[in-house]
């Protein structure tokens, strides 16, 4: 399993979520250090450990082991549509032209 691909989806989630490290660790009672090192690839947490991040977090584990899982096409198009939905109206109809755009060209 590749920890630091994990880690930075890991570290990537809290960014989002608007957490420091300490943040993160006080959440799920770890040290700053060990949170540290789950986001550099240097550890691999338990399975309980990660479950606790992705609630930490509020995220759903597989966003963060998309890069890791072989069905992670299929993780992306089931959160493309919730990640969409968090964005401005402007946004999305901007980024639906784009999509269809790169689709048209993909299929010719």
């Not at 930075?8 to 006080?26: C, G, P, S, V, Y």
């Not at 947490?45 to 995220?59: G, Q, S, W």
């Not at 968090?86 to 048209?104: D, G, N």
Request: overall charge positive.
């Amino acid at each position: 399993m590749d920890s630091k691909k994990i880690g930075n989806r890991i570290r990537e989630a809290r960014k989002a979520a608007k957490m420091t490290q300490a943040d993160l660790a006080q959440a799920v009672h770890l040290s700053p250090k060990y949170v540290s090192n789950i986001e550099c690839g240097n550890k691999l947490p338990k399975f309980e450990t990660f479950v606790h991040i992705a609630n930490a977090l509020k995220t759903d584990a597989n966003s963060l082991l998309v890069d890791v899982l072989d069905v992670a096409p299929q993780i992306w198009g089931s959160t493309l549509p919730e990640r969409l939905s968090q964005l401005p109206t402007v946004e999305q109809e901007r980024l639906l032209r784009l999509f269809s755009a790169m689709i048209e060209e993909s299929l010719r």
